[in-house]
């Protein structure tokens, strides 16, 4: 091959590396065994506590909402920067760290500085929802991790659960999801569970917008005063079961927190509740599509970013 075409085709590869798109092949060559190891990880994990799946699906989505998906969440605070881990929708509450680490510890063994953390999260939330019953998409690979993490965008981006419909419709806005893409994404919400502290005043406040009875069970296990860590499951049903009860619930006046039952209380999003509790094939087409979308919130590609040796620190 001629000098000049050679110089071309390296500027061609590199343009290539520079401008990389996530792609599902991205480790094909270089960590063969990677969707393995963290599929097998991620089934013993689901297999002693099933809530894990919900914890690593929790982790990613808020991964993804502060900077994009670059593991800046699973940073530790340092001298220079304050982390995501204590902003206000994080502390106490976000779970999977160690999860994390033991994971990535995995693939470390098999393929030494190759994989970044947010691409093992990407797919450990997908392995939590599909080891739960939910439905399995392809996860786009090629992100790199963050060399720093932002406690204040923590605080301003990840929807609390006292937003009301254009509070949560603007927040996902501005990551370039539409309202549906939100509806169908809080599907999630059929698994995992939730602090008394979260959902308090809607159980004890809005009468008008719960079902009764299913406000007095809940007052048992979160009193109106202390209890603040006490669980209830997202999706009364079936907590550990992906599937579309959390919109029949929301039907029903039987969401747990206030902003649950927001996306039925007579607004724009009442229609794909409803299509979503009727039809679960629709939720699971819906539920992939936003994924997708969400697992590719600003990723830092190519040169920019780093493979972190450990997901809790910065190389
Ligand atoms: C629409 C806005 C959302 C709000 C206001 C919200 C709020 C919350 C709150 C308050 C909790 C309980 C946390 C605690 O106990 O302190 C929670 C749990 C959870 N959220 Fe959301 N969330 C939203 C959207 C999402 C999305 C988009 C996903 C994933 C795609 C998600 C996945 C989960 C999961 C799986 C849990 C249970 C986690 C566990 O059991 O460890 N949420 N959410
Ligand atoms: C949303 O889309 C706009 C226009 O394409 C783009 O400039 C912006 O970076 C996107 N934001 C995110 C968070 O992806």
Not at 249 to 265: C, I, R, T, V, Y
Request: charged residues 20%; positive net charge.
């Amino acid at each position: 091959m001629g000098s000049l075409s050679s110089t071309l085709l390296w500027l061609l590869i590199c343009a290539t590396i520079i401008d990389a798109q996530l792609t599902p092949n991205f480790y094909a060559r270089t960590c063969p065994t990677l969707q393995s190891i963290v599929r097998d990880t991620m089934a013993q994990a689901v297999a002693k506590e099933p809530r894990m799946g919900a914890s690593m699906l929790r982790l990613f989505f808020h991964d993804c909402f502060v900077n994009g998906c670059d593991a800046s969440v699973l940073l530790e605070d340092t001298p220079s920067f304050k982390g995501e881990k204590n902003a206000y929708a994080n502390q106490n509450s976000l779970r999977g760290f160690k999860l994390m680490d033991i994971i990535k510890k995995n693939v470390e063994a098999k393929c030494k500085s190759t994989v970044s953390c947010s691409d093992i999260l990407a797919l450990a939330a997908r392995d939590g929802v599909v080891l739960l019953g939910g439905p399995k998409w392809t996860v786009s690979l090629g992100r790199k991790d963050s060399r720093t993490a932002s406690f204040e965008a923590a605080n301003v981006n990840l929807p609390p659960p006292t937003a009301n419909l254009a509070t949560l419709i603007s927040l996902f806005a501005a990551k370039n999801l539409t309202a549906r893409d939100m509806t169908a994404l809080s599907g999630a919400h059929t698994i995992g569970m939730a602090r008394c502290s979260t959902y308090r005043s809607h159980i004890y406040n809005e009468a008008n917008n719960i079902n009764a009875a299913f406000a007095t069970t809940k007052m048992a296990t979160c009193p109106s005063i202390g209890g603040d860590d006490n669980l209830a499951p997202l999706d009364t049903s079936t907590p550990n079961h992906f599937d579309n009860g959390y919109f029949r619930n929301l039907m029903a006046k039987q969401g747990l927190l206030h902003s649950d039952q927001e996306l039925f209380n007579g607004g724009s999003q009442d229609a794909w509740v409803r299509l979503y509790a009727r039809s679960n094939y629709a939720l699971s087409k819906d539920f992939v599509v936003a994924m997708l979308k969400m697992g590719s919130i600003s990723p830092l590609t190519g040169f920019s970013g780093e493979i972190r040796r450990h997901c809790r620190f910065v190389n």
